[in-house]
């Protein structure tokens, strides 16, 4: 038998609060998507204004994030054109995604849950996923 | 050109702690999840030990609940063997919810959301569901 | 933060003799499932003769039991035309199964896994999945 | 009318015994499996630790190679943007694997199966494949 961790509604509501005050700071309405450490999503918000495609792009990078245990930037790198993992975007029916934007949030060396953010650029997902983490891991 | 209304961010999490206090009262950990007019997701949470088919199944409800305009306990009624609406339930890739937990939110009217609800019987969701609408209304 | 349990590859390994040692006795190859507490699959064999279609019947009942807690017999009962769930079988794109055969893992009061039987009877399936599981608990 | 081969349950077994093996051998958790020679599963083991995403994936590697009777780093190379088969990965609704990982297993010039890796780099995966079935061919 395994013992695990995982986040509860609490700690997923931080790191929504986290990435939602990061959003709002640089003017971008963003979709903010929060899983477990098995990549079941826990909390979900559409900040008025994000767009209808990014729900599923960021419940998606959260999933690949706990789910594979990388942040979707490391993807990214390892999937361009000719590197080792090209063509690994279409995997799962889609669902692995790539894009910048989903890291896993890691609690004492353990995976215990994912964020995904989606709507700007990937640079401003990944910087508001990061800020999610961060205010988490502040307030703990 | 069409105008309408529809729920922004702050209306959701009204609708979602609604439908929470209520099923905090009846003991059942729930998913919740509201959709807008369109359908398309808004706000989701899974309670702590909320179930994982529930996620899926919390968000098509609202889904349904919205973009048909009808609650999925009409369609339940609608689609017994030898009823007109025979078989609907597995329509739109089985996002089509005949099961009771999802509700149309409608303002002066109009629908300006979905809400649904999963975990409990189907009767403690719609008691859910219209918990969270009631809670909803009552703060307009 | 919350912490649980769940199965590890040796329990899966215990679960899937249980229930294959029943099958042989019987005289029905199966296919045989074992999810984690979350519904991810750990282990699968499919016996020689196990058909086709029960390969991923097998995986979504298991998914089924331990994703919802709830053994797929009880989802037969309570789906049934005029039942409050009738239709719920469509549900997460058909993968949520109502036909017996899935049973919840069940260790000190929390589920652990679930197990997915499938290319017999139902009522073959579901004994065989209630022999895994035996096997499993005489062996802790 | 065709006369063919493929592997049982035994052989699907020393498959994986050699690529679980060489996964610890190398310190990598691994998701792994068989599939016959038409692409349906047989086996599968996911080693404590592997990847949540890595199933599906896993899967789809074997999958790939038994029913293209090709390697997927074959397909890595010929999908190549500017190659011929530039944007396969995506076909079958994502489940042409183009990522190094999945082999076809050969007896006497026939395929007999798919192995499938996943949840280490491209190379690692891979190379547990080839240990998959180097360990079956010396076993016959």
Redesign the interface.
């Known amino acids: ?9 609490a ?1 997923a509501r931080l790191l929504i609060e986290g990435a939602r005050e990061r959003a709002k700071a640089i003017g971008v309405p963003m979709c903010i998507a929060i899983t ?1 450490e ?11 204004g994000g767009k ?1 495609t990014s ?1 599923t792009i960021a419940i998606d990078k959260a ?2 994030a ?4 990388k942040a979707t930037h490391e993807y990214s790198a390892a999937s361009q ?2 590197s ?11 669902r ?1 995604m790539v894009v910048p934007g989903g890291l896993p949030v890691v ?1 004492d060396g353990e995976v ?1 849950a994912g964020i995904g953010i989606s709507s700007g650029t990937p640079g401003q997902d990944q910087d508001c996923a990061q800020a999610g983490i961060d205010f988490f891991l502040a307030q703990r």
């Open positions: 038998m395994l013992t695990f961790r995982r986040i509860d509604q700690d477990d098995s990549g079941n999503l826990v909390a979900f918000e559409r900040m008025d209808i729900i999933f690949t706990a789910a594979a245990k054109p000719g080792p993992a090209y063509g690994i975007n279409s995997a799962i029916h889609g692995l609690v215990v």
